[in-house]
């Protein structure tokens, strides 16, 4: 665990280093003003903010100690000796995982969080770390409460999700290219390039973490076609760099939404059916644009279906 640890430790300035020579090597290559420089500064400050005043200010305490709770009444106890249950550990937080970041495309009071992460209209090292500021006030860590349940311990886990988190710094790299055989074991650069493309046949795909295999099992996995380039960012691509509009544009639509709904049950529907759903049916889920075949471009401030 110390390993761990001192890992994380430097994970901070390793990535920001990493992504501003990304930057400048890009910059070089393919012209200045080809890099989108106000993104990636919404993405610094989306971070810095995120890190440092909101972990003081909404500490995770909560859900851990719940989690705790939860592991001292587990139904077994999975011993830590030896390599089978650092396995065991690694491969339940993928799984908790890869159903949280499916929920968080799927399900709309996940989605105005998660959205923030997909909000940059370039994919690139700097977008990794835009995750928003709200995560820590729905939930998502209800996700992984079945982890302790079955005996993983929730410092074990917990650290596992952190590390899985690093992993995927560098795949949000679109320079690196297909990997061969990984591609079915691993969650890649082509793997997650698809996740966060916007094009109809590639919307809520590749949920992975590390492995991909959860995707391939669920039936979730689309592979990166050559005769369809990525176009990243939102359905409805985000036009304005204002980081409140883009922190809390799709809380504000969501609240005008439930302000709206005639029912109970419409509310419900609004909170808990996936992005761009309406009740006349006519709405702009990744099924009803699938349903209708084309994707419709519009305001960036619009909220659209659960782009990737």
């Not at 890869?98 to 909000?119: D, E, G, L, P």
Request: with cysteine.
């Amino acid at each position: 665990m110390a390993v761990l640890y001192t890992v994380l430790k430097f994970a901070v300035i390793t990535v920001l280093v990493s992504s501003l020579a990304e930057a400048l090597v890009l910059a070089f290559v393919r012209g200045w003003a080809s890099y989108d420089w106000r993104a990636a500064g919404v993405s610094l400050v989306d971070f810095l903010v995120r890190e440092y005043p909101l972990r003081w200010l909404l500490p995770l305490a909560f859900w851990t100690d719940a989690m705790g709770w939860i592991y001292q009444h587990r139904l077994w106890t999975i011993s830590m000796d030896n390599w089978t249950g650092w396995v065991a550990c690694f491969l339940g937080q993928e799984f908790c995982y890869y159903w949280f970041h499916r929920a968080s495309h799927r399900v709309r009071w996940f989605w105005c969080t998660h959205a923030i992460h997909h909000s940059s209209n370039q994919l690139n090292l700097s977008a990794a770390y835009r995750f928003g500021w709200t995560g820590r006030l729905t939930g998502t860590l209800l996700f992984y409460f079945l982890a302790p349940l079955l005996g993983l311990p929730p410092r074990i886990v917990l650290t596992l999700l952190s590390l899985n988190l690093l992993y995927q710094f560098w795949i949000h790299a679109t320079w690196i290219p297909r990997l061969g055989p990984l591609e079915w074991i691993l969650n890649t650069p082509s793997a997650h390039r698809v996740h966060h493309a916007a094009n109809l046949d590639y919307l809520d795909a590749n949920y992975g973490g590390v492995l991909i295999i959860f995707d391939r099992l669920f039936g979730t996995y689309v592979a990166e076609r050559d005769d369809l380039p990525c176009r990243y960012g939102l359905v409805h691509p985000m036009t304005t760099y204002n980081l409140v509009e883009i922190e809390f544009g799709h809380w504000r639509a969501l609240a005008r939404d439930l302000w709206s709904a005639r029912s109970v049950g419409q509310a419900l529907c609004y909170l808990f059916m996936p992005p761009g759903w309406r009740p006349d049916g006519r709405g702009e889920t990744t099924e009803d644009l699938r349903r209708r075949g084309a994707v419709v471009i519009g305001d960036g401030a619009a909220i659209g279906p659960a782009a990737p």
